[in-house]
Structures are given as C-alpha cells and as structure tokens.
C-alpha cells in the first residue's frame, strides 16, 4: 500500500478536479486541498504543471501528476490496497473503460461547450444536437457495460462512473444554462436512474458543487463575457 503526503491543488467548479476528489474519496485517502485562483494562479501550480498550468494537479510526497484521467488512473495504481479498484482487471474491459473516458471528454464535453458557449444561435443549436446525440451513445455505453447493474462497472463504482460523474453538477444545470434536459426519462432511463444513484453516493455528496452555484457562477461568466463582447466591438466603431 502506497502512503506519504497528497495534496491536491483544484478549483471548486472544475468537473476535472471533481473526477479526482471523488476518486480520493472513494479510496478514503487523506489529502490537503488548495483551492486555486485561476485569474492569478499560484508558484506551486505553475511549477507543479508547467505544461498546461491547469488544475487539477495531485502532488504525491512532492511528485505531481496533472490531468484528471491520469490521475484518477495513479489513485487506483498506487493506492490499490485502498477500498475497491476504478479499473477492471480484465484487458479488455479496461481499454473499453478508457476507450468510453475518452469519448465523454472528446464528444460530451465539447458539444456542452458549444451549446452553452456558441457564438451564434446556429452554433449553439449544432452543439444541442450534437449533445443529445452524444448522450443517447452514453446511455448504449451504460447498457454494454453495467450488464444490468447499478454502474458502468457493474456492482460497485468504478473508472468510468467516476470520469462521468464528475460532471453531474453541469450536466445537471445544463436546463437552465442550454435549454435542454440532459437526461431524459423517456430517451436514457438508465442514465437518469444511474446519475441519481451516483449522485447518492457520500463521494459525490462530498465533492460535487451544488447545481444552483455553478449556474449562477456560469450565467454571472456568461454575463461578463458578453459585456466585454459589446465593449470591444463598441470601440472598433
């Protein structure tokens, strides 16, 4: 069993810092967290991730490790002995674990983005169709993978309800951020039966933001942006 130091450097909105302190939690390990101010991030960010300078960044006896996927996958390795193991054992269901992680930040997040975020009506429209997409394959992934069982990995939470589940607050503000219902109880049963029973565990009682501040942070982001917009093209005329 590893031990030593952890100390986890995150910002509280951040679902990938999200997908982290869930999995320390559900390993039951002891860390310092350091919240980060983005708009002047710290020495300590800076030096521990040199290459992105993003959080979330896990510092492991003064050894860092940057990127959620890469750290959640860490947590499991080097804390094996603690509680249940996120990746299956199986080779190939591991790669389908990670194959899936890969799509949620490939497709999901960036069609969220686009809905939320597009420039025009149009681009925003692209990005609600692309998402509702997105989310029915999630909801075959979810079918193939659980084999009828509460989680994406059967029984018990593993790798890919944790990368999943770090998004619930946004995707659950998604209505009142895009308009749209993410899950829906006609279209993806099982993941709105799967993100209510995730949404239970005390890992995400913990570590999850709670849905009314990230909308309110994310309409108050969008109101800013859209002022300095209008100031911008207000001094070019």
């Not at 390795?77 to 990746?87: Q, V, Y």
């Not at 749209?180 to 039966?193: C, G, N, Q, R, S």
Request: aromatic share 8%; with cysteine.
């Amino acid at each position: 069993m590893a031990g030593g130091e952890l100390k986890l450097l995150g910002a509280w909105l951040s679902v990938w810092v999200c997908r982290v302190r869930i999995a320390l939690h559900l390993k039951d390990l002891s860390y310092d967290y350091v919240e980060e101010d983005l708009e002047n991030k710290s020495d300590l960010l800076l030096a521990s991730n040199p290459v992105h300078k993003k959080v979330p960044v896990l510092i492991h006896d003064s050894k860092p490790i940057s990127e959620s996927l890469v750290i959640v996958q860490y947590i499991d390795e080097a804390f094996a002995g603690n509680g249940s193991p996120l990746l299956p054992a199986d080779p190939h269901e591991r790669a389908t674990a990670r194959f899936w992680a890969a799509y949620i930040d490939d497709k999901l997040v960036a069609a969220w983005l686009q809905a939320f975020r597009g420039k025009t009506d149009e681009e925003k429209l692209e990005g609600t169709r692309q998402l509702l997409v997105v989310v029915e394959t999630l909801e075959g992934a979810l079918r193939e993978c659980s084999k009828g069982k509460p989680f994406f990995s059967g029984d018990s939470v593993g790798f890919l309800d944790v990368m999943l589940g770090g998004l619930l607050s946004w995707l659950h503000g998604t209505k009142a951020l895009c308009g749209v219902e993410f899950f829906d109880a006609t279209k993806t049963p099982l993941l709105l039966a799967w993100a209510e029973r995730f949404g239970a565990l005390d890992a995400a009682k913990a570590t999850l933001p709670d849905v009314g501040e990230v909308v309110e942070f994310a309409k108050t982001r969008r109101a800013k942006e859209a002022a300095a917009e209008a100031e911008a093209a207000a001094a070019k005329n």
